[in-house]
Structure formats: structure tokens, C-alpha cells
Nanobody, 115 residues
Framework: QVQLVESGGGLVQAGGSLRLSCAASGSTFSINFMGWYRQAPGKQRELAAAIRTGGSTNYVDSVKGRFTISRDNAKNTVYLQMNSLKPEDTAVYYC?????????WGQGTQVTVSS
């Protein structure tokens, strides 16, 4: 089992920045994927950014050049640095971790970008 604790969401004006954190605990030795998903009202949840074992990353096109995902292996924590935020980035952001035993989700953190 893996437990996830997210932090860092909030309200920010367009053009501002936020950093999300997701700390994993429990059976973290077999983590092979860490990602941030987001779900805006009335829309499907989408993968915003992901980082895999070895450090490879991928981003949804709408956040490329603005968001950066990173991972601190010693702390079992994944971060999402979000810069140049836009109102369309408003969503609940969820951390997801995949291990050899399954997939685990965080509780979600609200990000609201005002225009």
C-alpha cells in the first residue's frame, strides 16, 4: 500500500505560479510512475504531467513550456511547478503513483486561476 499526501494548491492570478507537492509513504520501493492529473468542472480527468523511472517526462500539450514535473527520490515526493498559469488551468489536481502492486491516487488539491 502507498499513501499520498498532496499540498500546494490555492488561488492565484493569471500569470502567477504555484508548486504542488505529493509525498508518498508506505511501499514506495517499487514506484515506477508518478504523475499529476487534473479535472476541470464538467471535463474528463486528464494527465497533465508524468515522470517515470529513469527520469523521462511527458506533458499534455497545453502545459508544455509552463509546467515542470520533478521527483525527489530520497523523499519519495513528486512536484509540479506551474508557471504562467492561465484560467483554463483551473482544476482539481490529483497525484497518481503506480507501483508493481497497483495504482494509488491522492485526495486532490484545488488550483484556481483568476483572470
Amino acid at each position: 500500500q502507498v499513501q499520498l499526501v498532496e499540498s500546494g494548491g490555492g488561488l492565484v492570478q493569471a500569470g502567477g505560479s504555484l508548486r504542488l507537492s505529493c509525498a508518498a509513504s508506505g511501499s514506495t520501493f517499487s514506484i515506477n510512475f508518478m504523475g499529476w492529473y487534473r479535472q476541470a468542472p464538467g471535463k474528463q480527468r486528464e494527465l497533465a504531467a508524468a515522470i517515470r523511472t529513469g527520469g523521462s517526462t511527458n506533458y499534455v500539450d497545453s502545459v508544455k513550456g509552463r509546467f515542470t514535473i520533478s521527483r525527489d527520490n530520497a523523499k519519495n515526493t513528486v512536484y509540479l511547478q506551474m508557471n504562467s498559469l492561465k484560467p483554463e488551468d483551473t482544476a482539481v489536481y490529483y497525484c497518481k503513483v503506480v507501483t508493481t502492486s497497483g495504482a494509488y491516487w491522492g485526495q486532490g488539491t484545488q488550483v484556481t486561476v483568476s483572470s
